[in-house]
Each structure stands twice: as structure tokens, then as C-alpha cells.
């Protein structure tokens, strides 16, 4: 049904991504599945490129067991920053799409467990954060990706260009679940 091939071109031994998805699954964090294959269309070599698993409602229901909640693609500037107590105003797309562009749900197009989310983030003391977050976030999932983007020096990802995650709000724990994503800059 879907295939995502990607040619790798800022990475020229195409491994990058590979190698990081492998090292978040074994590390416990849901991360796609890939493998290297060598393209033919009617029979003429256009060569190697990394197929990768589509992060979809498909993955979450592998994943986390349920398809049902809110899945945010979230690019450059997903910074996590409060505007206000508005969900809408959190459907911003500066470049045309949206910085937190919804996958799941788009008929209802409802922001509101993502501004909340957000507010929880920016809003809460360094006291009440402590508490509050892992109501809200798997911390400890995430905490294993903050690690994994250190050591191997992601820097397009949340931590240092606020870009390429996703976040999806399982309805099963009623937290969200960080999920890495596009990590040939690694």
C-alpha cells in the first residue's frame, strides 16, 4: 500500500538513518523500521536508497496498541513554545504547511490536547513540572531519545533545530509519545 524510499543525499554511506533507527528500537523507543534496497524499474538500475517504514496510524497501532488519538507531524520551528490557550492558533504554517501538521483526525482538526500539552510544558513551575509532565508525555521514552540524539549528534531534531518528530497522543495512557523521525543529519 505504501512505500518511502529516500535516497540518503546528505548522507553519502547511507547508513545515518539506518543505524539511529536501529539503536532507538533497541533502546525501547518506537522508532520506524528500514532496510537498504537497490532500485530496477523495468529492468534499468536507479540505485540504492533506504526504505522506511511510514510513521501513520498503522505504526501507532503497532506501537503503542491503539490508532485512534492525535498524530503530529512536527517540523522546523516545532519548538513546543506557548501562544495561548487557543488550539487553533497552534495550526500555524509559516512555509505553507503546518509547523504541527495533523496526520490523524484531520476532519475534526481538533488542537486541544497539543495546546494543552504545551501549556503543561511552558506554564507549570519547575516544581509542578516535575509532577505534571509525565501525566502528559512518556518522559522516560523521550528521555531515551535525548540521549540517542546526543550521542550521535542529531542536530535536526527537537533538541537543536526544534524540527523532524512526531507526537502522538495515545488514547490508551491518555500521554503522548515522542517518536523520532528523518534522522540522516545525524
Known sequence: ???????ETNDPAMMRSRLCWDLYREMGVPA???????????????????NTEHIDEEFCDLRFGSQGGNLYKCSYPANLDYISNNPDDYKLAPWGE???E???????DDYS???ELISVINLSSDNELECSLPE???VYSYLKVAAIDV??????????????????HNPTTDRFEYIPYDTDNT
Request: charged content about 20%.
Open 1 to 7: 500500500e505504501k512505500l518511502k524510499l529516500n535516497a
Open 32 to 50: 520506524p523500521r528500514s532496510n537498504h534496497v537497490e532500485l530496477y524499474i523495468n529492468g534499468d538500475y536507479f540505485g540504492l536508497y533506504l
Open 98 to 100: 503546518r509547523t504541527y
Open 102 to 108: 495533523l496526520k490523524t483526525n484531520r476532519e475534526l
Open 113 to 115: 490536547d497539543l495546546a
Open 136 to 138: 502528559y508525555l512518556n
Open 151 to 168: 550521542l550521535t549528534g542529531n542536530w535536526d531534531g527537537y533538541i537543536y533545530n526544534q524540527n523532524n518528530y512526531y507526537l502522538y
